[in-house]
């Protein structure tokens, strides 16, 4: 069966590719399409024709594992230009997404159509790329140039209606897609060449000129999105000719490029965090959730749920704090309304699959309880026997707990088999990560069942094994046990942070400590003194600030004082730094950014390697799906572990 065939409906040719599993525009589909086309022309019979897709998607772009080849002809511009040059109109029928290289074919068709559902998006500077079969030279030409831009440099797709809305499509099809298609392509008379269409100028000149400064700001050091700016810009003030041949150098170029060698590592690498083969066990049912806390992180896990079509029942210890987790989720699913993620019938949807109870006996019926208390194991202990006496007895037992003993909590179960962690990130309906955390005595289909919650909340799962801090908090608190060794020998937090965003990632060390408030962390090092290694280098800056009542953002000072909410240095914290360097006889020195780097990666690697030899991680690539998901390490760096292997 080859992966392009033609099939004729009276005078309109339906052309089909099969390529399983996103019909990626590999060798063989190229090839499969110029000889589609060159028999189309030699064909007089045929009117017109429509092109569509089997299987789950239409063209979802370009196969992703031929970047790492030299390109093997026919190159798909080359097919694109074909198909826009043939003497019958070509319709695209659009199922499923049309990304990358898929969205560029429908675009060098001569007119397009796609299911209600069908999202369409040129994803290319997320993958270290631009476009590089017409994408920034034919969008321009189809929508307005405001539209295209925040579509080719901000990766994102767009629904069908959007695409309507903006000229990218046709028609939106509510019955079957390729009877719509055959019925749009006999109106057509002549192809309309999407090259030979002026650009279309910017709705807006300023705000597309301010549009344009924000996504240079955005990009920070990756390259691609710079490049997709300008390759807009080109656009439009040249020929479509000679903005095809840049596009396409500057496509090849950045394919060698490093940062797209990351990029592409980390794409296959959270595709890849769920291949352990207990996570292909039939997994328990995950539709209605029991959550235990009605705090920041039990309202954030609710309404994450919520927001995927779960149900979800919580409880409280009382009324009133029932009532306030009540809040907390409506004020959540408010929020996503406001930004347009969700319709008001899907919010009062979701509300109505929402309870919030104060008796346990309400969570009888539910497939998976999560915990989210107080982090203290006793009060993790006493929900857990509560939770064993009322749930059913297959139900999943989960602890949403950031660093505490998975294995102690589930022993405390009769059957400890059906226990698991579930780290959730804050917020948890925003953060993609979810560090699914195996005690030793969990059972094949309840990792199953973690890994399809993982999936259905459309979350990375990755799986980790039991030690203080899982995976990423374990290797956070050795980053930051090397942030604070660098106060102490003659950085600035300001320093150590500049150097931090300077590298990519979205805040500093010492800025995120302010945002998530420095008391929970103090209280935890209170707890454990008793049990620190004396041997071991201690640096007390931090426990001093706390002491001074400076907990962060919440108090209005921490490693920077807040005025007005804008953080400035501290005189006390640069008094408080001083002094510990005297008590410890440390002559400061100063730091440049690249040796601050340095050395909290070289503190992320080494800890990384550790979490690595005691099993904790199943492996490096997991390593840096965490870090980059849940802790804001740069995605296109590719984590620290694939920055130590590339050398
Ligand atoms: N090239 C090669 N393989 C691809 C691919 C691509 N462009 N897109 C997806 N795949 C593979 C995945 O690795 C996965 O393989 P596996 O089953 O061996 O793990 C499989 O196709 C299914 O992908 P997955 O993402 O798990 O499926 P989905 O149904 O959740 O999502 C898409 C489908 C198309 C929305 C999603 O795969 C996607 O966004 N792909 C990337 C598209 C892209 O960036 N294109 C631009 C390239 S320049």
């Given at each position: 069966?080859?992966?392009?065939?033609t099939?004729?409906?009276?005078?309109?040719a339906v052309v089909?590719?099969?390529?399983?599993?996103?019909?990626a525009?590999?060798?063989a589909?190229?090839?499969?399409?110029?000889?589609a086309?060159?028999?189309?022309?030699a064909?007089?019979?045929?009117?017109?024709?429509?092109?569509?897709?089997t299987?789950?998607?239409?063209?979802?772009?370009?196969?992703?594992r031929?970047?790492d080849k030299?390109?093997?002809?026919?190159?798909?511009?080359?097919?694109i230009?074909?198909?826009?040059?043939?003497?019958r109109?070509?319709?695209?029928a659009?199922?499923?997404?049309?990304?990358g290289?898929?969205?560029?074919?429908?675009?060098?068709?001569?007119?397009?159509?796609?299911a209600?559902?069908a999202?369409?998006?040129l994803?290319?500077?997320?993958?270290?790329?631009?476009?590089g079969?017409?994408?920034?030279?034919?969008?321009?030409r189809?929508?307005?140039?405001?539209?295209?831009?925040?579509m080719?440099?901000?990766?994102k797709?767009?629904?069908?209606a959007r695409?309507?809305?903006?000229?990218?499509?046709?028609?939106?099809a509510?019955?079957?897609?390729?009877?719509?298609?055959?019925?749009?392509?006999?109106?057509l008379?002549?192809?309309r060449r999407?090259l030979?269409?002026?650009v279309?100028?910017?709705?807006d000149?300023?705000?597309?000129s301010?549009?344009v400064k924000r996504f240079?700001?955005?990009a920070?050091?990756?390259?691609?999105?710079r490049?997709?700016?300008?390759?807009?810009?080109?656009?439009?003030?040249?020929?479509?000719?000679?903005?095809?041949?840049?596009?396409?150098?500057?496509?090849?170029?950045?394919k060698?490029?490093?940062q797209?060698?990351a990029?592409r590592?980390?794409?296959?690498a959270?595709r890849?965090t769920?291949?352990d083969?207990?996570?292909?066990?039939?997994?328990?049912?995950?539709?209605?959730?029991?959550?235990?806390?009605?705090g920041?992180m039990?309202a954030?896990?609710a309404?994450?749920c919520?927001?995927?079509?779960?149900s979800?029942?919580?409880v409280?210890r009382?009324?009133?704090?029932?009532e306030?987790?009540?809040?907390r989720?409506?004020?959540t699913?408010?929020?996503s309304?406001?930004?347009g993620l969700?319709?008001?019938?899907?919010?009062d949807a979701a509300?109505?699959?929402f309870?919030?109870?104060?008796?346990?006996?309400?969570?009888?019926?539910e497939?998976?309880?999560i915990e989210?208390?107080?982090e203290d194991?006793?009060?993790?202990?006493q929900?857990?026997?509560?939770?064993?006496?009322?749930c059913?007895?297959?139900?999943?037992?989960?602890?949403?707990t950031?660093?505490?003993d998975?294995?102690?909590?589930?022993a405390?179960?009769r059957?400890?088999?059906?226990?698991i962690?579930?780290?959730f990130?804050?917020?948890?309906?925003?953060m993609k990560l979810?560090?699914?955390v195996l005690?030793e005595r969990?059972?094949?289909?309840?990792?199953?069942?973690?890994?399809?919650?993982a999936r259905?909340?459309?979350?990375?799962?990755?799986?980790a094994?039991?030690?203080?801090?899982?995976?990423?908090?374990?290797?956070?608190?050795?980053?930051?046990r090397e942030?604070d060794?660098?106060l102490?020998d003659?950085?600035?937090?300001s320093?150590v942070?500049?150097?931090m965003t300077?590298f990519?990632?979205?805040?500093?060390?010492?800025?995120?400590?302010?945002?998530?408030?420095l008391?929970?962390a103090?209280?935890m090092?209170?707890?454990r003194?008793?049990t620190?290694?004396?041997s071991?280098r201690?640096?007390?800056?931090?426990d001093?600030?706390?002491q001074?009542?400076?907990?962060?953002r919440?108090?209005?000072?921490g490693?920077?004082d807040?005025?007005?909410?804008?953080?400035?240095?501290?005189p006390t914290v640069?008094?408080?730094?001083?002094s510990?360097?005297?008590?410890a006889?440390?002559?400061p020195?100063?730091?440049d950014p690249?040796?601050?780097?340095?050395?909290?990666?070289?503190a992320?690697?080494?800890?990384?390697q550790n979490?690595l030899?005691?099993?904790?991680?199943?492996?490096?690539c997991d390593i840096?799906v965490t870090?980059?998901n849940?802790?804001?390490f740069?995605?296109?760096?590719?984590g620290?572990?694939?920055?130590?292997?590339?050398?």
């Amino acid at each position: 069966m080859s992966v392009v065939s033609t099939l004729l409906h009276g005078s309109v040719a339906v052309v089909t590719i099969d390529n399983p599993p996103v019909n990626a525009t590999s060798q063989a589909v190229r090839a499969g399409l110029l000889a589609a086309v060159a028999d189309i022309e030699a064909d007089p019979g045929i009117a017109s024709v429509v092109l569509r897709c089997t299987g789950r998607t239409f063209v979802a772009g370009a196969d992703v594992r031929e970047f790492d080849k030299p390109p093997q002809p026919p190159h798909l511009p080359d097919v694109i230009a074909a198909i826009e040059a043939a003497s019958r109109p070509w319709v695209a029928a659009i199922h499923g997404s049309a990304l990358g290289g898929g969205l560029e074919l429908a675009m060098g068709c001569h007119a397009r159509i796609a299911a209600r559902d069908a999202r369409l998006g040129l994803p290319e500077v997320t993958l270290g790329l631009i476009p590089g079969a017409g994408g920034t030279v034919r969008l321009p030409r189809l929508v307005a140039a405001d539209a295209a831009l925040a579509m080719i440099a901000g990766g994102k797709p767009v629904t069908a209606a959007r695409a309507l809305e903006i000229g990218l499509l046709d028609d939106v099809a509510d019955g079957d897609l390729t009877d719509a298609a055959i019925a749009l392509a006999t109106g057509l008379e002549a192809p309309r060449r999407t090259l030979d269409r002026p650009v279309r100028d910017p709705s807006d000149a300023d705000a597309f000129s301010a549009q344009v400064k924000r996504f240079k700001t955005r990009a920070g050091g990756q390259l691609s999105i710079r490049h997709a700016v300008e390759a807009v810009e080109n656009t439009l003030v040249t020929d479509a000719a000679a903005a095809l041949a840049a596009e396409r150098q500057t496509f090849l170029d950045l394919k060698d490029s490093e940062q797209a060698a990351a990029l592409r590592h980390v794409f296959f690498a959270e595709r890849a965090t769920l291949s352990d083969p207990r996570c292909k066990q039939t997994p328990r049912p995950v539709d209605r959730i029991g959550v235990v806390g009605g705090g920041t992180m039990g309202a954030g896990i609710a309404a994450a749920c919520l927001l995927k079509g779960l149900s979800v029942t919580m409880v409280e210890r009382d009324t009133e704090a029932a009532e306030t987790g009540r809040a907390r989720v409506a004020e959540t699913l408010a929020g996503s309304l406001a930004r347009g993620l969700l319709t008001s019938d899907a919010r009062d949807a979701a509300l109505s699959r929402f309870q919030a109870a104060t008796d346990y006996s309400e969570l009888a019926g539910e497939d998976l309880v999560i915990e989210a208390v107080f982090e203290d194991m006793q009060v993790k202990k006493q929900v857990f026997a509560r939770l064993d006496e009322v749930c059913a007895p297959d139900a999943v037992i989960a602890t949403n707990t950031s660093y505490l003993d998975v294995d102690e909590l589930a022993a405390t179960l009769r059957d400890p088999s059906r226990a698991i962690g579930l780290h959730f990130f804050s917020p948890a309906h925003v953060m993609k990560l979810l560090e699914i955390v195996l005690p030793e005595r969990v059972a094949d289909d309840v990792v199953a069942t973690g890994a399809a919650l993982a999936r259905k909340l459309g979350k990375i799962g990755v799986l980790a094994g039991v030690c203080d801090g899982f995976i990423g908090n374990r290797i956070m608190s050795a980053y930051r046990r090397e942030a604070d060794y660098l106060l102490e020998d003659g950085a600035t937090p300001s320093e150590v942070d500049a150097a931090m965003t300077g590298f990519g990632f979205a805040m500093g060390v010492f800025a995120m400590q302010d945002l998530a408030g420095l008391d929970i962390a103090w209280a935890m090092r209170k707890r454990r003194a008793a049990t620190r290694d004396p041997s071991e280098r201690y640096v007390a800056i931090a426990d001093r600030l706390c002491q001074a009542g400076r907990f962060g953002r919440k108090t209005g000072a921490g490693w920077y004082d807040y005025v007005d909410g804008k953080a400035r240095s501290a005189p006390t914290v640069t008094e408080i730094i001083a002094s510990e360097r005297r008590r410890a006889g440390i002559t400061p020195r100063p730091f440049d950014p690249e040796e601050i780097m340095q050395r909290l990666l070289a503190a992320m690697q080494s800890e990384g390697q550790n979490v690595l030899d005691e099993g904790i991680a199943r492996n490096a690539c997991d390593i840096d799906v965490t870090m980059i998901n849940g802790y804001g390490f740069p995605r296109w760096r590719g984590g620290p572990m694939w920055m130590r292997d590339r050398g």
